[in-house]
């Protein structure tokens, strides 16, 4: 009799100890539903800015706060009021209580190192830190390149619990966590702001889970793009115009001196240039070529100006048309015009476009 008391004790308390854990690990729900989980994420280290494959390597702490009042103790356990728990400490802590299950929906693989820290405090407040490095995917906007601007973002969703039961939210604290990394100007960008917005978003049967999106707005440097892509075209687009200029008219004899076939093959010579150009561009920067943005119009005036050229050259110096029909006096004023004011129309045409871009 006394062993089946014994017995009976033991799986009492076991059975207690059991749903108390249980109690502990769902969702708290004694402040009411849905439970508000305050986050920020503030970006360390930003260590590559892949465009070619549309996505950033960062290393981030992201921090969420909620309250737990299950988790509440006596204020005078502890000197400073709080329990902190750090890297496999934590991980055990938060393997018995709950924390926000979620996922980071742009995450590419696996993350690369993975740290936590848990703060408790003595009225039940919770805060959970995660420092994490990881790939994440973005998608570049390049219509202002290279004066354009993106954002690195972090994409944190609920992964269980609907936004009725759980609603991520943010504050003036969340934003003053939220900061960006001292300089990534190595990188070719310079780090401006960062802004977090919240959404919801489509989950199963209808229902709809919470979301925060936390975005480090960045600028790119522009140096770099000139030196290596505007330069090379502007100079692109003064071989067609030097196939015009190449062009003598001797006074004395009253016609123009002209090797047409020499001229027709300078300008094949820039198309194919240009072509090369256009290849290298594109393959660095493959967004490039899916948007309309300034260097795609500006190889377009390429393209065009080539096309006047060796047009000019043929019917205009190898079958003389003009002269044929106007006589040599029209001729030598078209000659004049086009000298001065194909170039003029050109550049203008050339320097709208950056300036379009700027704005």
Not at 56 to 84: H, N, Q
Not at 131 to 151: L, M
Not at 299 to 307: E, G, H, I, P, Q
């Amino acid at each position: 009799m006394q062993k089946i008391l014994i017995i009976s004790i033991f799986l009492l308390n076991f059975f207690a100890l059991n749903a108390q854990k249980d109690s502990i690990i769902d969702l708290p729900t004694e402040g009411g539903l849905p439970l508000t989980v305050k986050t920020g994420v503030s970006f360390i280290d930003v260590t590559q800015i892949n465009e070619m494959e549309g996505n950033f390597t960062a290393t981030v702490d992201i921090k969420m706060c909620w309250t737990d009042l299950r988790l509440s103790f006596p204020k005078k356990e502890t000197i400073s009021g709080y329990k902190d728990f750090k890297n496999s400490e934590a991980e055990q802590m938060i393997s018995t209580i709950w924390v926000p299950n979620y996922d980071i929906a742009n995450l590419s693989g696996e993350p690369t190192a993975n740290r936590y820290g848990l703060r408790m405090k003595y009225d039940g407040s919770i805060e959970l830190l995660r420092r994490i490095t990881g790939t994440f995917d973005i998608i570049f906007n390049v219509e202002k390149f290279p004066f354009d601007k993106q954002k690195l973002q972090l994409e944190i969703k609920s992964h269980k619990d609907i936004a009725e039961r759980l609603s991520f939210e943010f504050s003036q604290e969340e934003l003053d966590f939220s900061k960006i990394p001292e300089r990534i100007d190595a990188l070719g960008w310079n780090p401006i702001l960062v802004d977090i917005s919240t959404q919801r978003i489509e989950s199963w049967h209808g229902e709809k889970n919470s979301q925060i999106t936390v975005a480090m707005h960045i600028a790119r440097l522009p140096g770099s793009a000139f030196g290596t892509i505007f330069l090379p075209l502007i100079a692109s687009l003064l071989i067609p115009l030097f196939a015009i200029w190449l062009n003598k008219y001797v006074v004395e004899e009253g016609e123009f001196k002209v090797d047409a076939f020499e001229l027709t093959s300078l300008n094949i010579g820039g198309l194919f240039a240009v072509v090369a150009l256009n290849f290298t561009v594109t393959s660095t920067y493959p967004a490039l070529a899916e948007t309309d943005n300034c260097v795609m119009q500006l190889f377009t005036l390429n393209y065009l100006v080539l096309a006047i050229s060796l047009a000019i050259c043929i019917l205009f110096y190898r079958f003389n048309l003009v002269k044929n029909w106007f006589g040599d006096y029209v001729q030598e004023e078209v000659f004049k015009y086009t000298n001065w004011a194909l170039p003029l129309l050109v550049f203008l045409t050339g320097a709208v476009i950056i300036l379009l871009s700027i704005v």
